[in-house]
Nanobody, 115 residues
């Protein structure tokens, strides 16, 4: 079992920054890919950024150059640094992990960017 707990969301003005954190616990050695999805209001959940099981990174085109995904394995924590935020980045941000072919999700953290 793997558990994911996100934090760091909030309200920020356009152009501002936020840093999300996701603490993962449990059978962490079984985690393959890990990353962040987001779900804007009224829209489908979409990938924002992730690490593949081999450690390479993937970013949605809409966040490239503005968001940076990182992890601290000693702290079992995944981060998402979000800079130059735009109103269209408003969404619930979910941490996810691929564990033995199953996707595990956190409960999400709300990010709201005001114009």
């Amino acid at each position: 079992q793997v558990q994911l707990v996100e934090s760091g969301g909030g309200l920020v003005q356009a152009g501002g920054s936020l840093k999300l954190s996701c603490v993962f616990s449990g059978s962490t050695l079984s985690i393959g890919a890990i990353g962040w999805f987001r779900q804007p209001p009224g829209k489908k959940r979409e990938l924002a950024a992730s690490f593949t099981s081999r450690g390479s990174t993937n970013y949605a085109d809409s966040v490239k150059g503005r968001f940076t995904i990182s992890r601290d394995n000693a702290l079992n924590t995944l981060f998402l640094q979000m800079n130059s935020l735009k109103p269209e980045d408003t969404a619930v941000y979910y941490c996810y992990a691929a564990v033995g072919g199953t996707d595990v999700w956190g409960r999400g953290t709300q990010v709201t960017v005001s114009s």
